[in-house]
């Protein structure tokens, strides 16, 4: 019994399309060597040696080929694969990128006509494109004449993705250029080019974005809700040991000593759903410690933290009661070492003394900011009881 192998993907698609369009002959590239493939008597011979030839045989299961066919340029399946007039199968977008640098195709090297481009030969027809595929959002990007272009389905997925998970901006590659997804403008732009801006957009229902979003500690949303109220653009606060500033004009916190490390902010009601506080997250009713937590140092995940509502916000101000906490973190580390120094020799007892005398000058200092800041709240508090009466 006569056994068959079956050509691989693409050279499948090569000899199918041509027996689609009638052709008597077909020239393929098997394993470094060119073979006429001969539709009349059905055998494949071997152009530098006619007398190696095997017969072939046509199923028509192969005719659903086209659906799995690879683009040589991305290495991944064909979005709206396109045929050249050379007979290779490339992206539409994958062509569009070549051509614009070389017109020429990226296998064979013949060149690209310009009506390729202007008309291409969709693999598919044109009932490709009017296929939805994929979730029922759709991303456009702005005609530079007008109107609005819809994007491929595997960047609408990648922008889906990012815009879900709240991230600022993205990077993806279109046409073989790197272009810049800027999600807070709405606006795409190439890397090397950013005054070419052109504008986005999404279509879809809006994701439920509180299920991304951490709140604030007590204490830090009583700071942020206090320098929101008294209209100030910025806010500084102490996380797990850094300090962050907070924007309230473009409504992110930025690391000082890592302005690369932001997040977006939001103020809303206390009692909206959450994913948790501080970086504990809720859930089912139980307190689980994740990775990406205000209370570690690592807080750089695309999730945003949040800003709550805080009804009754104390009367603390936010740049004394960080100074307290730092104070208090000085002081104690001072009179610890003070301590380890009381037990050595007589120098080290002096160097302990030192220390001991300067943590006092400390403590004295965080008592006279203390009462101080008392001072100004029993102030304010009289000026408000007076205008009461």
Same mark, same amino acid.
């Given at each position: ?7 691989? +993907? ?254 977006? +902010? ?124």
């Amino acid at each position: 019994m006569t056994s068959w192998w079956q050509y691989d +993907v693409r050279t499948s698609q090569e000899i199918e399309e041509a027996y689609a369009r009638k052709e008597k002959t077909c020239t393929i590239l098997v394993a470094g060597y060119l073979y006429c493939v001969d539709f009349e008597s059905m055998i494949q011979i071997r152009q530098d040696d006619p007398s190696r030839r095997r017969r072939v045989k046509l199923l028509q299961s192969q005719s659903t080929l086209s659906d799995n066919i690879d683009c040589p340029i991305c290495l991944q399946s064909c979005i709206h694969p396109t045929r050249l007039p050379c007979g290779h199968i490339f992206c539409f977008l994958c062509v569009k990128g070549v051509a614009s640098k070389n017109r020429r195709c990226a296998l064979c090297r013949r060149d690209i006509p310009a009506e390729c481009l202007e008309h291409p030969e969709l693999v598919r027809g044109v009932q490709d494109l009017s296929t939805s595929a994929g979730s029922e959002i759709r991303w456009f990007y702005e005609g530079r004449n007008g109107g609005w272009w819809e994007y491929e389905v595997r960047t609408r997925e990648e922008l889906e993705v990012n815009y879900k998970l709240g991230v600022l901006s993205m990077t993806t590659i279109i046409c073989g250029n790197a272009y810049e997804i800027d999600f807070q403008q709405m606006v795409q732009y190439p890397k090397d080019h950013p005054r070419r801006k052109r504008r986005i957009r999404r279509e879809g229902p809006e994701p439920e974005l509180w299920v991304r979003w951490w709140q604030y500690d007590v204490r830090t949303s009583q700071e942020i809700e206090e320098a929101y109220a008294r209209k100030e653009k910025t806010c500084t606060i102490l996380v797990a040991g850094y300090l962050y500033c907070v924007d309230f004009e473009s409504m992110i916190q930025i690391r000082q000593d890592d302005p690369s490390r932001r997040r977006r +902010v939001k103020r809303d009601l206390a009692s909206v759903p959450k994913k948790g506080v501080a970086g504990l997250r809720i859930d089912s009713n139980n307190v689980v410690v994740t990775d990406a937590t205000p209370t570690t140092s690592e807080i750089t995940t695309s999730e945003p933290v949040p800003i709550s509502a805080n009804p009754n916000p104390a009367s603390s101000h936010t740049a004394t009661d960080a100074a307290l906490r730092i104070a208090s973190h000085l002081l104690d580390s001072m009179l610890t070492q003070s301590d380890d120094y009381q037990s050595s020799d007589e120098t080290s007892r002096d160097i302990s003394q030192e220390i001991f005398d300067d943590s006092g000058d400390l403590l004295e200092g965080i008592r006279n900011l203390t009462l101080r800041n008392f001072g100004e709240e029993s102030s304010d508090t009289d000026s408000d009881l007076e205008i009461g009466h």
